[in-house]
């Protein structure tokens, strides 16, 4: 029984945790508030922003995340004097993603439901996040598989919301980049070392980026917007992931291409 405890996170405590995003969130449901646009006009250009009470929730639930996290990882016996930083990066970003479509859907058992998948995916984030703080853990493997498949899967929710909303360049081109950096280089690190690919995740989140941009005023559904980008971040973090275990670039590089035009021939026939 004990050694179960030393992998698994107290329920008191993601309990907690758990219930205080998703309440966060609920009470955007609640309280009605005015909208505010923040602008800025210059020379041949114009910036307006919706502020709304939803965004700032987010905003609120993702920093619970990040000190909630915080909170449930320094409670391993395995962490030690090592930083917790890599461990609070997926949890945040998972709320800050789910955080775009329960704002996007309607009242009713649509939000309800988008709501209870919510809750699911916080509470895998936190417990996958948590097992991974020791990699002799004995469900290391699978709790690295399940962040590296949650990862992606935030992405693809964050493109196809962004698409949704209807964003505009200018907002569409950061939020890709970052995101996309922030993922790729979570799931390099995942490989038990503790090497970080700055280099490699930048260069993912630039061809992301580009490709989006491209994309953008393309006549594409949701879906197809986000599985056109998807499919590139997946085989180039795979394709890194394999010229760091010193791979050859012939034998590396067929898989991310299988995958790019899976992805892209899903999005042709989607239509």
């Not at 002799?136 to 399940?146: M, T």
Request: aromatic residues 12%; hydrophobic residues 55%.
């Amino acid at each position: 029984m004990q050694e179960n405890r030393s992998y698994l996170p107290s329920t008191n405590r993601i309990g907690m945790l758990i219930a205080s995003v998703l309440l966060t969130f609920a009470l955007t449901r609640l309280i009605q508030s005015p909208r505010f646009t923040l602008t800025i006009t210059l020379p041949g250009f114009y910036f307006a922003y919706p502020l709304t009470l939803g965004a700032a929730m987010t905003v609120l639930a993702a920093a619970l995340t990040a000190t909630g996290m915080d909170w449930l990882i320094r409670d391993h016996p395995a962490l030690g004097k090592k930083p917790n930083l890599e461990h609070l990066m997926l949890p945040t970003l998972t709320t800050f993603v789910i955080g775009a479509p329960l704002a996007l859907l309607s009242n009713g058992s649509v939000w309800w439901i988008g709501f209870g998948f919510s809750a699911i995916l916080l509470s895998s984030v936190f417990l996958a996040e948590y097992i991974t703080v020791d990699p002799s853990a004995p469900s290391y493997g699978f709790a690295r598989a399940g962040l590296t498949a949650l990862a992606y899967a935030l992405f693809l929710i964050l493109a196809t919301s962004l698409r949704f909303s209807g964003v505009r360049m200018f907002l569409l081109v950061p939020v890709i980049f970052i995101v996309a950096a922030l993922i790729s280089l979570r799931i390099l690190h995942l490989d038990g070392t503790d090497r970080w690919d700055f280099p490699w995740a930048i260069g993912i989140a630039f061809v992301c980026t580009q490709i989006g941009a491209g994309l953008h005023y393309w006549p594409l559904t949701p879906i197809q917007f986000g599985l056109a980008l998807t499919g590139p971040l997946y085989a180039l973090t795979m394709l890194s992931a394999s010229v760091a275990e010193n791979i050859p670039l012939r034998r590396a590089a067929p898989g991310p291409a299988i995958i790019v035009g899976l992805a892209w021939a899903s999005v042709i026939f989607l239509r």
